[in-house]
């Protein structure tokens, strides 16, 4: 299954980020937008994405973690084709 992770950055700078992004490119996750990432995972939830995740980000921030395959989505100029994964 694909996931697309999404989030909002609302406490710290783009420094305090790194370990999260080491870690989506780790997970093997490619990025759609600056803050959306897509990546192929299958056995997983999006709970447990969340999860693995929110451990790399500052309580106030926020994330969003949705499955992507399905017709149910479009998108223009992305960084990564998503169908890719």
């Not at 710290?12 to 959306?36: C, F, H, I, N, V």
């Not at 500052?58 to 169908?83: F, I, Q």
Request: hydrophobic share 40%.
């Amino acid at each position: 299954m694909r996931y697309v992770i999404s989030y909002d950055l609302v406490n710290g700078t783009s420094e305090d980020y790194e370990s999260l992004w080491d870690a989506l490119r780790q997970a093997g996750a490619k990025r759609l937008l600056r803050s959306q990432w897509c990546l192929r995972r299958h056995n997983t939830t999006a709970v447990a994405l969340r999860d693995h995740f929110w451990q790399y980000m500052e309580s106030g921030d926020r994330l969003l973690v949705t499955c992507l395959d399905g017709s149910g989505w479009a998108s223009m100029n992305l960084l990564y084709d998503p169908n890719k994964l």
